[in-house]
């Protein structure tokens, strides 16, 4: 099965913004989150939404924080039962 | 027999050799060999088109510190849905922008350390690991009579030490030692004096990257020090050489001091002065009347002629009168200072004038 095709659609929850990314290796995992980040741009940089990202992928741990980090985003990191679960927010 | 994908394949293949035959039958064999060959063209094109977008978005990939795409990681027509160029393109600018606002951010704050630098009484230098000079202040530069043209870029070792101070001397040196923090409490140079501190900055993996040097002059300072021993000195000589009976006491009642004619009449020894209270050394008849003086003078009162009696080590009591002062910090008592002569001595001074 094609990784991407296993994404599930991203969810809106009161201002946070849910994408699920699970069953999804790297780097198909950071172009998806890049093109979720790209498209929450000015509400995320203005701090009206947060992403919270669920991800499997032990190698977008190192990298998407790192990538995010120098685009200016805030990364909250943490371990969910199933993978990892990364919140990305304003630069404070 | 054939199944599945197979089958259908086969199903295709047939399909193809009906069209081609019927394309063949209407417009001739050349157009079907000239359409094939059109084909084949556009397949050929497209597979470079493909492959020159995997590579260049694998290079873009690369760059941004994550893996290359597998071989077999997604098929080409999913991968021009993901538009991962344009994608990358989009995290660019924004990593480019919040750059730019990192850059004014330091800016701001290089200009703000610097208006700091400039207007702290304190030299400061900045050391690379090499120990060559990346920044200064003014005051560093007038401290050490010299010019932020000859700093930068050279070695403090070489402008400022001119002598070669290396070693435990050397607060560079102790913090590559060490690696920790390091003051200098009287660090002398030309005759000056400086309390130096030296602080070093690490980087992720805890290496020195520079060194930040702090000098405060302290050469007034460990001047006043030093004329102040000399003159404790004096005074010191003054009292041991008096013939008077001379004592300090602490508002507690421990005794601070005691000259030379103090101890000699009273027997005690400087080690054994240390233990005593003032009213140790006063005859239980006279110390309730002493206590009441000590409180007195404490409270600011000078006492001109105190008469009093003190008692020996070895019982003798010795009758004095003299006076009683106390000096002042910040309003709070430090010490009392008591100058007495013995009764006896006086009538017989003044036995011998008559």
């Known amino acids: ?92 | 027999m054939v199944t599945g994908s197979k089958s259908v394949h086969i199903h295709e293949i047939r399909q193809t050799v009906v069209i081609q035959s019927l394309i063949g039958k209407v417009f001739g064999t050349g157009e079907v060999e000239r359409l094939m060959e059109e084909n084949r063209l556009l397949y050929e094109r497209h597979s470079r088109l493909s492959e020159y977008l995997r590579r260049k978005t694998n290079q873009l990939l690369v760059l941004l510190g994550t893996l290359p795409f597998r071989a077999d990681e997604l098929q080409d027509e999913r991968l021009l849905e993901l538009d991962p160029i344009g994608t990358i393109a989009d995290a660019f600018v924004q990593i480019l922008e919040h750059e730019k606002s990192l850059k004014e951010r330091l800016k701001i704050s290089h200009d703000e350390i610097r208006a700091i630098l400039s207007s702290v009484e304190t030299g400061i230098l900045v050391l690379d690991a090499e120990m060559k000079v990346l920044l200064c202040n003014r005051r560093v530069v007038d401290m050490f009579g010299t010019s932020e043209q000859a700093l930068l870029g050279r070695t403090c070792r070489d402008v400022i030490c001119s002598e070669g101070v290396k070693g435990i001397d050397c607060t560079f040196d102790r913090i590559l030692e060490t690696k920790r923090l390091c003051h200098q409490h009287d660090w002398q140079q030309n005759n000056c004096h400086f309390e130096v501190t030296g602080v070093p900055i690490k980087n992720r993996l805890g290496d020195i990257t520079h060194v930040v040097l702090a000098y405060t002059d302290i050469t007034e300072r460990v001047e006043t020090e030093r004329r102040l021993r000399e003159r404790e000195q004096m005074y010191f000589e003054v009292f041991e050489s008096l013939e008077d009976m001379i004592q300090c006491v602490l508002p507690n009642g421990s005794l601070l001091f005691a000259n030379r004619s103090w101890k000699a009449a009273l027997g005690y020894s400087d080690d054994e002065r240390d233990g005593l209270k003032v009213w140790n050394v006063i005859a239980p008849a006279h110390r309730s009347a002493c206590m009441e003086t000590f409180r007195q003078v404490l409270e600011g009162k000078v006492m001109d002629d105190v008469q009093t009696c003190f008692f020996s080590k070895d019982g003798r009591e010795i009758e004095v009168s003299g006076r009683i002062s106390c000096s002042f910090s910040n309003g709070k008592p430090l010490a009392t200072l008591g100058i007495f002569r013995p009764i006896e001595r006086q009538n017989h001074g003044a036995g011998q004038d008559a």
């Open chain 1, 1 to 92: 099965m094609d990784g991407a095709e296993s994404t599930k659609q991203s969810e809106k929850l009161d201002g946070l913004h849910r994408l699920d990314v699970r069953g999804v290796t790297c780097p198909t995992t950071l172009l998806l989150v890049l093109k979720e980040v790209n498209r929450l741009k000015g509400p995320l940089r203005d701090g009206t939404v947060r992403l919270e990202l669920l991800l499997d992928s032990h190698d977008s741990t190192v990298t998407l924080p790192e990538v995010l980090g120098n685009m200016g985003y805030s990364i909250t990191f943490g371990r969910v039962e199933d993978g990892y679960r990364i919140e990305v927010g304003a630069y404070s």
